[in-house]
């Protein structure tokens, strides 16, 4: 049980475009999602709290504008990268908190923009 | 000062050997910890909780040591599959905000 589904799992796109990517809740309803990326050899860094039905909380130095997160339902939390760039080069990946307050952890996002 | 830190590593060990980790965290409101493993390039998976008593699972045990505030995992009888990246994790408060420690690699040889 709680399982997280994200996809894509890879995408490698053209600078000024922009990628979205999605998590879903498959077994479980999450209120919560939380949205961290990765660069290589380093640790997660939380970017944001997606949060069902209303706005988004983002950690600082996270531009809102440009990483459009939308939690419309308890199931499904999107994460929008707008006019990406190669510096948005990332592996990007969610969790959501489960009842025995672990995360389960989407499978990620490794995102390439040339 | 990182609100997480953990033992820079990489710890290289044989196979069949005992190897510990530990991670400090500055935060004394901290109330969940977690070990994750992560493997390359994939996603984190939780390993354990941590909990004051201590607990233990098969060959590892966490500990948590709230007075001094530091949390450890022994690996015992280390496999060739323990090679991972291992992942300190401290949450705050129950909205949930977790902060992830850089990680330590262990790297397991024949």
């Known amino acids: 049980g709680a399982v997280v589904s994200q996809h894509p799992s890879w995408v490698i796109c053209k600078s000024g475009t922009s990628v979205k990517i999605e998590c879903r809740s498959l077994?479980?309803?999450?209120?919560?999602m939380f949205w961290y990326r990765q660069f290589p050899k380093q640790s997660l860094m939380l970017m944001a709290t997606?949060?069902?039905?209303?706005?988004?909380?983002?950690e600082q130095g996270v531009e809102k504008d440009k990483f459009l997160i939308n939690h419309a339902s308890l199931t499904l939390s999107t994460l929008t990268v707008t006019s990406a760039h190669p510096e948005d080069s990332s592996f990007y990946i969610c969790?959501?908190?489960?009842?025995?307050?672990?995360?389960?952890f989407g499978s990620g996002t490794r995102l390439t923009v040339v | 000062r990182k609100e997480v830190e953990q033992d820079p590593g990489p710890f290289n060990v044989p196979e069949g050997a005992t190897v510990a980790f530990n991670c400090t965290y500055s935060?004394?409101?901290?109330?969940?910890f977690f070990w994750y493993r992560q493997d390359c390039r994939k996603e984190p998976k939780l390993l354990m909780s941590?909990?004051?008593s201590g607990n233990e699972d098969g060959r590892f045990t966490a500990q948590l040591n709230r007075a001094s505030q530091y949390i450890s995992l022994l690996i015992r009888d280390s496999k060739l599959s323990d090679s991972a990246t291992y992942l300190c994790?401290?949450?705050?408060?129950?909205?949930?905000?977790?902060?992830f420690g850089d990680g330590t690699t262990l790297t397991v040889k024949p």
């Open positions: 969790s959501a908190r489960t009842v025995n307050y672990g995360y389960t």
């Open positions: 077994d479980f309803q999450a209120t919560t």
């Open positions: 997606s949060n069902e039905g209303s706005k988004a909380t983002y």
């Open positions: 935060n004394s409101a901290s109330q969940s």
């Open positions: 941590v909990y004051s």
């Open positions: 994790v401290v949450t705050r408060n129950n909205a949930g905000k977790s902060t």
